[in-house]
Structures are given as structure tokens and as C-alpha cells.
Nanobody, 117 residues
Framework: VQLQASGGGLVQPGGSLKLSCVTS????????MRWYRQAPGNERELVAS??????????DYRDSVKGRFTISRDSAKNTIYLQMTSLKPEDTAVYYC?????????WGQGTQVTVSS
């Protein structure tokens, strides 16, 4: 599975960004897709996840982004999204999309999100 993430950039605190991740594999055949992030000096952390197989739409978020971030998908485009609103400086990180498929993890290349005034 190849993953191509995009949509990162520089945004002011309180602003919004929408990340996209296109998969080479039919998204309905992938068990779950997730967004992770990693800030300098920190461990990579799970931000949001979605069960994608069989059109199930179970989603989950880390506490610090609940109510601000929304994970969604467009199955016809084999794409997942991460809509991020009310961004804070502590959201600054490289964001990675991840696919769990046939017992293995697959990773995209990451997209930088910087929240700064």
C-alpha cells in the first residue's frame, strides 16, 4: 500500500488546515486508517483513527484534539482527510497517515504542520 499525504503548511493559532492522504489500495479493503504526528524530540503519537473496511465508520481521537479535528474519507477517491480547526502551537508536528492492511502497517511520507503567529 502506498500512501501520499498532503495539505500541511503554516497557519496562525486558531486557524484551520485540511490534510489529505490518498491510498493506492481500495480503501474499503483496508482495516483501518490513522493519522499520527511527531513533533521534534517527541514520540510519534496517534491523533485520529477510522475503521475503513466494509464501509464501517468507527472513529476515535486523542483527547487533546477531540472537538477540533475530524477524520473522514471519500471511498470513491481512496482518500482520507483530517480537518483540523482551532489549531494551537502544540499541534505543530509532521503528520503521517497510516494504513493497517493484512496485518501490516504502511506509512506515508509525512506533511509538516506549523502553527505559529
Amino acid at each position: 500500500v502506498q500512501l501520499q499525504a498532503s495539505g500541511g503548511g503554516l497557519v496562525q493559532p486558531g486557524g484551520s488546515l485540511k490534510l489529505s492522504c490518498v491510498t493506492s489500495q481500495d480503501i474499503l479493503g483496508i482495516n483501518a486508517m490513522r493519522w499520527y504526528r511527531q513533533a521534534p524530540g517527541n514520540e510519534r503519537e496517534l491523533v485520529a483513527s477510522m475503521s475503513t473496511r466494509y464501509n464501517i465508520n468507527y472513529v476515535d481521537y486523542r483527547d487533546s484534539v477531540k472537538g477540533r479535528f475530524t477524520i473522514s474519507r471519500d471511498s470513491a477517491k481512496n482518500t482520507i482527510y483530517l480537518q483540523m480547526t482551532s489549531l494551537k502551537p502544540e499541534d505543530t508536528a509532521v503528520y503521517y497517515c497510516n494504513a493497517w492492511f493484512r496485518g501490516e502497517d504502511y506509512w506515508g511520507q509525512g506533511t509538516q504542520v506549523t502553527v505559529s503567529s
